[in-house]
């Protein structure tokens, strides 16, 4: 499936002249998981490990897997539910993401798959940073809290909510939160209580919020697209990336 959205995208790609990406078969605990590859120009360029919504790796996250690329970084999209499942009914992506929900340690060691996948494609993980959108903002603020070494993690109306017994105390990386403040799925009393916590343990973080932005505010054609929040909240985005992964090369 995912491969016939990289044909689908073939000739938006090349008009736009972007680096070159590949889907990449990968293994975590015996289950197989198709992600995609981009990498940058220049050698020992960043990572961006970007982790999907709840539809799956489709030709979203390549888009801006693409985009990413054409900033100078390199990009690794994880598949988080496995290779060839893309689900599209409601139904589905519910079971598929409750499953992990209820799961942390194996959405951990997926989250942790796709990492040494891309170190093993040849990706800088000594500068690395996290990115998700929605169910993929969940995933990498789960990431945090389990001390994954990375530069910094960033979520797009991602869930915020922490599991019962998790904390922050582990987070080595600044955290970049950017959500809609017309959000009716992730509310702003829980954006409140993450700021609240993270500031109670400590840790660098900037959290933003869009006016009118709704749930998936970034989703290019969706209904809740809105270009303001959209541009605004990618600029901030690359601003971010610039400075911690500089930080962490001095």
Same mark, same amino acid.
């Not at 689908?8 to 975590?28: D, R, W």
């Not at 598929?96 to 951990?108: F, I, Q």
């Not at 796709?114 to 494609?121: E, P, Q």
């Not at 169910?135 to 945090?144: C, D, I, P, Q, S």
């Given at each position: $499936?995912? +491969?016939?959205?990289?044909?689908?995208?073939? #000739? %938006?790609?090349?008009?736009?002249?972007?680096?070159?990406?590949?889907?990449?078969?990968?293994?975590?605990?015996?289950?197989?998981?198709? *992600?995609?590859?981009? &990498?940058?120009?220049?050698? =020992?360029?960043?990572?961006?490990? #970007?982790? !999907?919504?709840? =539809?799956?790796?489709? =030709?979203?996250?390549?888009? /801006?897997?693409?985009?990413?690329?054409?900033?100078?970084?390199?990009? %690794?999209?994880?598949?988080? %539910?496995?290779?060839?499942? /893309?689900?599209?009914?409601?139904?589905? +992506?519910?079971?598929?993401?409750?499953?992990?929900?209820?799961?942390?340690?194996?959405?951990?060691?997926?989250?942790?798959?796709? #990492?040494?996948?891309?170190?093993?494609?040849?990706?800088?993980?000594?500068?690395?940073?996290? $990115?998700?959108?929605?169910?993929?903002?969940?995933?990498?603020? &789960?990431?945090?809290?389990?001390?994954?070494?990375?530069?910094?993690?960033?979520?797009?109306?991602?869930?915020?909510?922490?599991?019962?017994?998790?904390?922050?105390?582990?987070?080595?990386?600044?955290?970049?939160? $950017? !959500? *809609?403040?017309? =959000?009716?799925?992730?509310?702003?009393?829980? %954006?409140?209580?993450?700021?609240? &916590? #993270?500031?109670?343990?400590?840790? !660098? !973080?900037?959290?933003?919020?869009?006016?009118?932005?709704?749930?998936?505010?970034?989703?290019?054609? *969706?209904?809740?697209?809105?270009?303001?929040?959209?541009?605004?909240?990618?600029? +901030?985005? *690359?601003?971010?990336? &610039?400075?911690?992964?500089?930080?962490?090369?001095?």
């Amino acid at each position: $499936m995912l +491969r016939k959205a990289l044909l689908g995208l073939g #000739l %938006f790609y090349s008009a736009l002249s972007f680096a070159e990406g590949q889907a990449v078969t990968y293994e975590v605990n015996g289950n197989k998981y198709e *992600g995609y590859f981009v &990498e940058a120009a220049k050698k =020992d360029a960043p990572l961006v490990l #970007l982790m !999907h919504d709840w =539809d799956g790796l489709t =030709d979203y996250e390549i888009q /801006r897997a693409q985009m990413l690329a054409d900033m100078g970084y390199s990009v %690794f999209a994880a598949d988080m %539910f496995g290779a060839g499942i /893309r689900p599209t009914k409601v139904e589905d +992506r519910r079971q598929h993401t409750g499953e992990l929900y209820t799961d942390r340690e194996k959405m951990r060691a997926l989250a942790e798959g796709a #990492l040494k996948t891309a170190k093993a494609k040849g990706a800088n993980t000594d500068k690395a940073v996290a $990115m998700g959108y929605c169910f993929g903002g969940a995933v990498v603020l &789960e990431m945090a809290r389990a001390g994954m070494d990375m530069d910094g993690f960033a979520t797009f109306h991602g869930g915020l909510k922490t599991p019962e017994g998790q904390n922050y105390s582990a987070t080595k990386g600044d955290l970049l939160i $950017m !959500h *809609g403040t017309a =959000d009716k799925a992730i509310t702003m009393d829980q %954006f409140a209580g993450l700021a609240n &916590e #993270l500031e109670g343990a400590g840790i !660098h !973080h900037e959290m933003i919020t869009y006016s009118g932005a709704p749930h998936a505010f970034t989703v290019f054609g *969706g209904n809740n697209y809105r270009e303001d929040a959209d541009k605004k909240s990618w600029q +901030r985005f *690359g601003e971010f990336l &610039e400075k911690v992964t500089a930080a962490s090369a001095e």
